[in-house]
């Protein structure tokens, strides 16, 4: 599994833009031939090829496929993908200050609402209330197109303004 996680980051995924001239086969060859990151990193360094804060780069990439936050239905809270070992926090001090890549905690009854499709999950303001204030914002919109209209009252008592409404347009 890690060593198909460690493809997928030197190709380019979602965290991480890749190796520039790396695709799928070349990743896989690289990984395949030096398996582990030490090695992967020795080799792209003896090429020329290792971007500047690659290592940086790929271990938060890394990180992030391993403890993405996904929602638990067994225990309706917002968890890590997998667990973050100890030692990782040691050494990181704090998970919430040096893995913010991962995103913010929230909290377990905006997690179940979220999941129930209940609010949206950026805003976590309800869907009822988000159509309310479409349908508000909708409202004003065609209130400020009429009020821009011609009434057929101001229409009548200036006919010059009708004059030319049955003519053809000229370019």
Partial sequence: HDMFVYMC???????????????????????RMHRIPSKIFLALDMTGQKPQ????????????FRHQRVYCLENCVIETLMPICTSDVERDTSVHNMWRFLGKSI????AV?????????VTHVSWEKLEIENQQ??????????QKLPTSESLSSNPSRLENYDQPMKN
Avoid: W
Avoid at 18 to 27: L, S, V, Y
Avoid at 113 to 121: L, Q, R
């Fill in 137 to 146: 914002n909708k409202s004003q919109s065609n209130r400020n197109i009429t």
């Fill in 9 to 31: 980051i030197i190709a380019g995924c979602d965290y991480f833009e890749g190796i520039p001239g790396f695709g799928i086969k070349k990743a896989h060859r690289l990984v």
């Fill in 113 to 121: 609402s979220i999941a129930k499709g209940e609010v949206h999950p």
């Fill in 107 to 110: 909290d377990s009854v905006t």
């Fill in 53 to 64: 804060d690659f290592e940086v780069n790929f271990f938060m990439a890394y990180r992030t």
